[in-house]
T-cell receptor, first 112, second 115 residues
Framework: GEDVEQSLFLSVREGDSSVINCTYTDSSSTYLYWYKQEPGAGLQLLTYIFSNMDMKQDQRLTVLLNKKDKHLSLRIADTQTGDSAIYFCAEIFSGGYNKLIFGAGTRLAVHP | NAGVTQTPKFRVLKTGQSMTLLCAQDMNHEYMYWYRQDPGMGLRLIHYSVGEGTTAKGEVPDGYNVSRLKKQNFLLGLESAAPSQTSVYFC??????????????FGPGTRLTVL
């Protein structure tokens, strides 16, 4: 079945880079997403990558996609305290209707 | 352009009570979804709709019903609330596949507690 896995916690020092990893199972997913959830808020789309790409860069964010290993990562450069949040990896379920399969979320804590 | 809105933001129910959560979107999206979020489990799909007048079951549909009488609204109903339905509920919407990046846009959530 479809499954998306992420580590649950990551702690980094302010100014360092953060790398959040994700593995997925559906090799036919067209898009893979990273969503950010701040405390008490909804999910905000952070970035996405199309399945025929290996890398996407967007300011401080770099997404790497390894289709062979079904591995997705999100790198945040120069991590700031405002980056503290839960980050969800998601893939589109190939069964249609754009249904998303989410990982459990990685809680990123940024400390001085 | 408000995007996706949800009402209410918070609600406390007693076991056995009923309630309806309302989701509205102003982006003319065809597809709408209801998720629940529980600690350590990410988001799980309850029901979804691919157009006005249509609904379908998701991953965890038991104990919930939905209706999509208007394209912009998607209602989630709990007929007889149970403590296991204590959760945060999120609504989302998107265009059909092939129209853009298939990105789902989320509402701010409804925090429901069932005592």
């Amino acid at each position: 079945g479809e499954d998306v896995e992420q580590s649950l916690f990551l702690s980094v020092r302010e100014g360092d880079s953060s790398v959040i990893n994700c593995t997925y199972t559906d090799s036919s997913s067209t898009y893979l997403y990273w969503y950010k959830q701040e405390p008490g808020a909804g999910l905000q789309l952070l970035t996405y990558i199309f399945s025929n790409m290996d890398m996407k860069q967007d300011q401080r964010l770099t997404v790497l996609l390894n289709k062979k290993d079904k591995h997705l990562s999100l790198r945040i450069a120069d991590t700031q305290t405002g980056d503290s949040a839960i980050y969800f990896c998601a893939e589109i379920f190939s069964g249609g209707y754009n249904k998303l399969i989410f990982g459990a979320g990685t809680r990123l804590a940024v400390h001085p | 352009n408000a995007g996706v809105t949800q009402t209410p933001k918070f609600r406390v129910l007693k076991t056995g009570q009923s309630m309806t959560l309302l989701c509205a979107q102003d982006m003319n999206h065809e597809y709408m979804y209801w998720y629940r979020q529980d600690p350590g489990m990410g988001l799980r799909l309850i029901h979804y709709s691919v157009g006005e007048g249509t609904t379908a079951k998701g991953e965890v549909p038991d104990g919930y019903n939905v209706s999509r009488l208007k394209k912009q609204n998607f209602l989630l109903g709990l007929e007889s609330a149970a403590p296991s339905q204590t959760s945060v509920y999120f609504c989302a919407s998107t265009h059909p596949a092939g129209r853009g990046t298939d990105t789902q846009y989320f509402g701010p959530g409804t925090r429901l507690t069932v005592l």
